[in-house]
C-alpha cells in the first residue's frame, strides 16, 4: 500500500531581506505552487520523438521523480511537445527547472518552469484579496440580478 504521509517543504532563507518564505518564483515572477500530490514542473518544446526513458534519465539525476505524464498525439503516437514531471519537494522540483531549463533534448532546447503558480499582484491592487476597496459586489453597481421564480399560475410578475 502506498504512503499516505505527505512531504513537508522546509522554509527557505530569503538573503536579500533577511527573512525565511517559503514562495519560490518561476521565470516570470510568478509564485510557484504546490500541486495536492507534489511540485510539477512543465516541459515544453519537447522533441516530438522523445521517450520516457530519455526524460527519467534527465529529470532523475535531479530528485525522485514522483510522476512522469507524456501526452501523445492519438493520430500519430508522438509526443505533443509537453511533459509534466513532479517532484515530491520544491527542493527537487527547483534543481530540476535551473539545472535542465534551455537545455538540448534529441537536438531541441527544451523550457522547464513550474506548472501551477499564483500570478503576482496588478499594479494598483493591495493586499486584502478579492474587490478589496471597492465596495464588493463583483463591480457590477451591486447586487446580481437574479432571475426570478414563477407564480403558481405559471406567469412571472412583471
Do not use: C
Not at 517543504?9 to 509564485?31: F, H, I, K, L, M
Not at 500541486?35 to 530519455?54: M, P, Q, Y
Amino acid at each position: 500500500m502506498a504512503s499516505t504521509e505527505m512531504d513537508i517543504d522546509t522554509p527557505q532563507d530569503d538573503p536579500t531581506n533577511g527573512t525565511t518564505t517559503t514562495e519560490t518564483r518561476t521565470s516570470t515572477g510568478a509564485v510557484a505552487v504546490r500541486s495536492i500530490e507534489g511540485w510539477i514542473i512543465l516541459v515544453t518544446n519537447v522533441h516530438e520523438e522523445a521517450s520516457e526513458e530519455d526524460l527519467q534519465e534527465l529529470f532523475g539525476d535531479y530528485g525522485e521523480i514522483k510522476n512522469l505524464h507524456m501526452n501523445l498525439d492519438r493520430r500519430t503516437g508522438y509526443v505533443k511537445g509537453y511533459v509534466l514531471v513532479e517532484y515530491p519537494t520544491q527542493r527537487e522540483a527547483k534543481a530540476a527547472i535551473e539545472g535542465a531549463n534551455q537545455t538540448k533534448l534529441l537536438d531541441q532546447t527544451i523550457s522547464v518552469d513550474f506548472a501551477f503558480v499564483r500570478p503576482p499582484p496588478k499594479k494598483g491592487e493591495g493586499q486584502g484579496g478579492r474587490g478589496a476597496g471597492k465596495g464588493g459586489g463583483g463591480g457590477r453597481g451591486g447586487a446580481r440580478a437574479r432571475s426570478r421564480s414563477p407564480d403558481e399560475d405559471g406567469v412571472k410578475d412583471e
